[in-house]
């Protein structure tokens, strides 16, 4: 049985891999560009996880100054290690990174029709906010979703 994937900070080493997991992904990936970018950005917190040397998945927070709100910005988790519980490990540690921020609650959007995704959020105490038409590249409908928790 293969080692549990770990979860740390992103490096730039870590390029390559976060790139080849988003080429994974239909339409609405981040680029090197914006990939560099978050990684020396003090308001973001870009983290992955890995196993065997492999990125196997990542989440995004942005933090927003003055705002007691994150948002989640992206999250993935490679096919190979879907069914794993590592979509709910990377929900779980953006949840933490946003509550040592000091953020009182996380927000992010899905598309509708992406039913493991909304499952997962629904699961974690997520609860939709607003309808987004036409949200994604493609024309794709998305929910914006939000969950709230007591300050620390």
């Known amino acids: 049985m293969p080692a549990p994937a770990r979860l740390r900070t ?3 080493a870590d390029l390559p891999g976060l790139l080849a997991l988003e080429a994974r992904f239909p339409g609405d990936r981040l680029s090197a560009r914006q990939f560099r970018h978050h990684l020396g950005n003090p308001r973001a917190r870009l983290r ?13 927070v942005l933090l927003r100054r003055g705002s007691g709100l994150a ?8 096919e190979a290690a879907r069914g794993q519980g590592l979509g709910r490990r990377l929900l779980a540690d953006a949840e933490a990174q946003a509550r040592a921020a000091g953020c009182r609650g996380l927000r992010l959007e899905v598309r509708q029709d992406n039913a493991a995704a909304n499952a997962l959020y629904t ?7 607003a309808a987004l ?13 939000g969950r709230d928790w007591a300050p620390a």
């Not at 992955?48 to 995004?60: D, E, K, N, S, T």
């Not at 948002?71 to 490679?78: F, K, M, P």
């Open 10 to 12: 992103a490096r730039p």
């Open 133 to 145: 038409p036409g949200y994604y590249d493609d024309g794709a409908p998305g929910w914006r979703y």
């Open 123 to 129: 699961a974690a105490g997520y609860r939709p906010l």
């Open 48 to 60: 992955v996880a890995v196993a065997g040397g492999a990125v196997l998945g990542y989440h995004l």
């Open 71 to 78: 948002r989640l910005y992206s999250i993935a988790v490679d």
